[in-house]
């Protein structure tokens, strides 16, 4: 069997959705097409004062929605072919949680941790400024966030450089994924893990599907493993974790480790700031590969790092049976048909991972009403809550705690309103998917896709063609 450049991968399971719509073949085209590509080169002088040309990009998807959206990689990895395929996967991801926008994504082909904070600055101030004088940057055209090897510290540059360039009232919407000092959104660090925790549950909740794959109804008790424990795997593996599921395999660059008994999560990840990674580690067993660990015996296998990292060759060895791809494409086309046959459930990434551009959305309709979300009413909800307690209290006998009043009487602050929204918009799509899956006898990756397909061919059917 032949492996597939990552785009043409993306599109090998799109062709396989589009069979199950009604567009015709020029729209399916226009879907999979990505708009623009931008590639530049420009030079950084690193600290010790020699200069060196850096590499970035960024994928415009599909302008069916506007602003596009998606987030920026640092990684030595990056490449046209892979922001292309990221790029589509953002709007289908877009489309699959109904976040109203196009699919976008950006890349700097560097290894951030070979570069000092300052010498990080001045190429993501750089690469800001360029995206700004091509138009591929502002709250209103594209919207870059994080991504691999990024994060709020980035975003917060990205912002401030495009403040200077522009008078545009909204241009704390240029960004999502900020500091919340500079504009961000209480919840955005852990919205693509609680997302991907969501989605799992939701999944596991379901027991006819976790029959027709032998496992019992719910997280409690269920094991699993974990590739990658960055922003989306740690926040995934925390929250799996709480909800009663056991960490017993953890996956990184630098090595693998396994212990059945469970792993402390937040030890692990004081061991892996110190050690910069996870080699070593006393309290597990440290296998003989970093990815030799993916192929124990588990309920559930979360790849949370890359693409490509369950391919033909190591998937006929992966036991686990519910794939979540927190990461995006980490199952090749091959090794997701050796899966399927085994009969294990895929979450597809164009759905798991959803939770951070859906909560990218609350920030950027945070940023251009200009009000953070629970201001006008949390305290209107406050008082109307305890006039009902009160009433509660002379009807009965029951006379509320302090604790117990100020519990239910709550109002909804900025974190529970985008918790909230983002179970909401993460269930939903999953029974929306599922019941596709069933109708069409599909998997769910294609499943998906169907759903985001129909979506975008609507938006394309109902466009006028210019000039
Ligand atoms: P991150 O940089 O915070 O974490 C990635 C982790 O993977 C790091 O700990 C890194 O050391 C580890 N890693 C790198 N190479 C590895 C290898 N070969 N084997 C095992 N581990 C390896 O990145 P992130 O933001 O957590 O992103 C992870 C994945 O999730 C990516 O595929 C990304 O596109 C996807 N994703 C991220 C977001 C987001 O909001 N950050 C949203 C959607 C999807």
Same mark, same amino acid.
């Given at each position: 069997?032949?492996?597939?450049?990552?785009?043409?991968?993306?599109?090998?399971?799109?062709?396989?959705? *589009?069979?199950?719509?009604?567009?015709?073949?020029?729209?399916?085209?226009?879907?999979?097409?990505?708009?623009?590509?931008?590639?530049?080169?420009?030079?950084?002088?690193?600290?010790?004062?020699?200069i060196r040309v850096i590499d970035g990009y960024r994928v415009e998807h599909s302008h069916h929605k506007m602003p596009t959206k998606g987030g920026i990689r640092y990684s030595t990895m990056?490449?046209?072919?892979?922001?292309?395929?990221?790029?589509?996967?953002?709007t289908y991801k877009c489309a699959v949680v109904d976040v109203p926008f196009g699919g976008a994504k950006g890349g700097i082909k560097i290894d951030p941790r070979k570069f000092s904070v300052?010498?990080?600055?001045?190429?993501?101030?750089?690469?800001?400024? /360029? !995206?700004?004088?091509? %138009?591929?940057?502002?709250?209103? %055209?594209?919207?870059?966030?994080?991504?691999? #090897?990024?994060?709020?510290?980035?975003?917060?540059?990205?912002?401030?450089?495009?403040?200077?360039?522009?008078?545009?009232?909204?241009?704390?919407?240029?960004?999502?994924?900020?500091?919340?000092?500079?504009?961000?959104?209480?919840?955005?660090?852990?919205?693509?893990?609680? #997302?991907?925790?969501?989605?799992?549950?939701?999944?596991?909740?379901?027991?006819?599907?976790?029959?027709?794959? #032998?496992?019992?109804?719910?997280?409690?008790?269920?094991?699993?493993?974990?590739?990658?424990?960055?922003?989306?795997?740690?926040?995934?593996?925390?929250?799996?974790?709480?909800?009663?599921?056991?960490?017993?395999?953890?996956?990184?660059?630098?090595?693998?480790?396994?212990?059945?008994?469970?792993?402390?999560?937040?030890?692990?990840?004081?061991?892996?700031?110190?050690?910069?990674?996870?080699?070593?580690?006393?309290?597990?067993?440290?296998?003989?590969?970093?990815?030799?660990?993916?192929?124990?015996?588990?309920?559930?296998?979360?790849?949370?790092?890359? /693409? %490509?990292?369950?391919?033909?060759?190591?998937?006929?060895?992966?036991?686990?049976?519910?794939?979540?791809?927190?990461?995006?494409?980490?199952?090749?086309?091959?090794?997701?048909?050796?899966?399927?046959?085994?009969?294990?459930?895929?979450?597809?990434?164009?759905?798991?991972?959803?939770?951070?551009?859906?909560?990218?959305?609350?920030?950027?309709?945070?940023?251009?009403?200009?009000?953070?979300?629970?201001?006008?009413?949390?305290?209107?909800?406050?008082?109307?809550?305890?006039?009902?307690?009160?009433?509660?209290?002379?009807?009965?006998?029951?006379?509320?705690?302090?604790?117990?009043?100020?519990? !239910?009487?709550?109002?909804?602050?900025?974190?529970?309103?985008?918790?909230? #929204?983002?179970?909401?918009?993460?269930?939903?799509?999953?029974?929306?998917?599922?019941?596709?899956?069933?109708?069409?006898?599909?998997?769910?990756?294609? *499943?998906?896709?169907?759903?985001?397909?129909?979506?975008?061919?609507?938006?394309?059917?109902?466009?006028?063609?210019?000039?």
């Amino acid at each position: 069997m032949q492996e597939y450049k990552f785009f043409d991968q993306v599109n090998k399971a799109f062709d396989r959705a *589009a069979a199950f719509t009604k567009f015709d073949k020029g729209v399916l085209a226009q879907i999979k097409a990505c708009n623009d590509i931008l590639h530049i080169q420009f030079p950084i002088e690193m600290d010790d004062g020699t200069i060196r040309v850096i590499d970035g990009y960024r994928v415009e998807h599909s302008h069916h929605k506007m602003p596009t959206k998606g987030g920026i990689r640092y990684s030595t990895m990056v490449s046209e072919d892979e922001t292309m395929a990221l790029a589509a996967l953002m709007t289908y991801k877009c489309a699959v949680v109904d976040v109203p926008f196009g699919g976008a994504k950006g890349g700097i082909k560097i290894d951030p941790r070979k570069f000092s904070v300052h010498e990080l600055e001045r190429i993501t101030r750089r690469y800001t400024f /360029e !995206l700004f004088k091509k %138009n591929f940057i502002g709250p209103g %055209n594209d919207v870059p966030a994080p991504d691999m #090897g990024s994060g709020a510290r980035e975003m917060g540059w990205i912002f401030d450089t495009y403040r200077q360039l522009s008078d545009d009232i909204n241009a704390e919407g240029c960004v999502t994924g900020k500091p919340v000092g500079q504009g961000g959104i209480r919840g955005r660090t852990e919205a693509t893990g609680r #997302g991907v925790f969501f989605g799992i549950r939701e999944a596991c909740d379901n027991a006819e599907d976790m029959k027709a794959i #032998g496992l019992e109804r719910g997280l409690e008790g269920k094991t699993f493993v974990i590739q990658g424990l960055g922003n989306v795997g740690y926040h995934s593996a925390k929250y799996m974790i709480e909800a009663g599921a056991i960490l017993i395999g953890v996956a990184e660059y630098d090595g693998s480790i396994y212990n059945e008994k469970g792993i402390d999560l937040e030890k692990l990840m004081a061991y892996k700031t110190e050690h910069r990674g996870i080699a070593g580690y006393a309290n597990a067993k440290n296998l003989e590969t970093n990815t030799a660990v993916l192929e124990v015996e588990c309920d559930i296998l979360i790849p949370a790092a890359l /693409e %490509n990292q369950i391919t033909e060759m190591n998937a006929p060895n992966i036991k686990a049976k519910l794939i979540g791809e927190a990461a995006n494409g980490p199952v090749t086309d091959n090794a997701h048909k050796i899966i399927k046959e085994r009969g294990a459930l895929i979450l597809p990434d164009s759905y798991l991972n959803a939770g951070g551009v859906t909560v990218s959305y609350f920030e950027w309709l945070k940023n251009i009403q200009h009000v953070r979300f629970g201001r006008m009413e949390k305290r209107f909800e406050e008082n109307s809550y305890k006039k009902i307690l009160s009433v509660i209290e002379t009807i009965s006998d029951r006379k509320f705690t302090n604790a117990e009043l100020a519990d !239910l009487a709550k109002g909804g602050g900025e974190r529970d309103l985008v918790d909230s #929204g983002l179970e909401e918009t993460m269930v939903n799509a999953y029974n929306e998917i599922n019941e596709l899956r069933k109708h069409h006898n599909v998997d769910l990756r294609t *499943a998906a896709l169907i759903s985001a397909i129909n979506k975008v061919g609507f938006m394309y059917e109902g466009m006028g063609i210019f000039p």
